[in-house]
């Protein structure tokens, strides 16, 4: 664990300080888990969202995009099979937060178990629901589930996402409860956000012991309030990356493609900062036009990309810690 002090030092390490600071973070996640990284393949189910964010161009209020989708279930487990061919056995399945999701999903999750035939992780990243129907959903077969708390800020967190981070933090806290598998994250840089801020949010992931923690540049994206303000730094993503890693050896985090939006070769350095986890996109080609989680132009991660990362740096993969896999 890091003091406050050492935090903010981390946080701000350039030059040598920086290469010691990833040189330990990196000596950390091979202690734990072995030189691997863990994969996962994402499908994108939807882009209708009730929530505002004022960073993401699928926030509610966004007329400019017209072309809303729902994958159909066929769609989704036809991608989930791709998803297996290539030897992955994690699946996300991810989306805007609406519970218009739950009756595909009844149909989905039962069917894709049985495509793996049971050795799969179901991983959920679909905003808030109900106690209920999160309880539905692990009946189903979810094994793990994406909330990100964004900022620990709270006043920042109203601002910016319109929403409660008390209630944020609840969902948080009833997932864990359920016996998910949880995953938290945060998005350094974003306007208004202090240094302090970032560090809570590091400290925050350690209270509320999830399992896994991103770390995302802020992007600043078309068609959303915040177009106009200046990129998150990748120096800082990284950095953070580094000090969950150094704080909490046992975290999956994941090199996440806002790191190569931000930079190219942004992934790679996500990696040498102590990230363990790559997605991969296996959303169709017909509806990656219409996630607009950074605008059109995002980073779509594909397979040769995480190919190419993974020879360069010399990893090797390995399937869901939470399946309890052995390297492969
Ligand atoms: S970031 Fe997520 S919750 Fe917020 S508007 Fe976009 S899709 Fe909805």
Known sequence: MLSRPELRAALLARGQEQQDLFAEASRRRDEHFGRTVILR?????????????????????????????????????????????????????QGGETSRVL???????????????????????LGNLS????????????????LKHETSDESLFARIRHERLDER??????????????????????????????????????????????????????????TDAPAGSLELALNAIAALRICY??????SVSALEKTRSGGQSRGLAAGANVLTTNF??????????????DRYVV??????????????DTRGSVFLQQEVR
């Open 283 to 296: 959303t169709g080609e017909s509806d990656l036009d219409r996630y607009l989680i950074y605008g059109k």
């Open 302 to 315: 594909r397979l040769s990309h995480v190919k190419a990362l993974l020879a360069e740096a010399g990893f």
């Open 41 to 93: 393949g994402v499908v994108e189910i939807t882009n209708v969202c009730r929530v505002n964010c004022d960073y993401c161009p699928m926030r509610r209020d966004n007329v400019a995009l017209l072309d809303r989708y729902f994958m159909s279930a066929e769609a989704i487990l036809e991608r989930a099979e791709q998803i297996r061919d290539a030897g992955i056995d994690v699946v996300l399945l």
């Open 169 to 226: 933090l609840s969902h948080l806290r009833t997932l864990l409860d359920l016996g998910y598998k949880v995953g938290t994250g945060l998005i350094s840089g974003l306007p208004g956000q202090s240094l302090d801020s970032v560090i809570d949010d590091l400290e925050l992931a350690g209270e509320l012991g999830v399992h896994m923690c991103s770390v995302s540049p802020f992007v600043p994206a078309p068609d959303t309030p915040l």
């Open 249 to 254: 050896p046992h975290l999956l985090i994941p």
């Open 131 to 146: 106690r209920r129907q999160y309880e539905q959903l692990r009946e189903l077969g979810a094994t793990s589930y994406i």
């Open 103 to 125: 009756s595909i999903l009844r149909e989905v999750i039962p069917e894709l178990r049985r495509i793996f035939e049971d050795r799969v992780e179901v991983l959920l990243n």
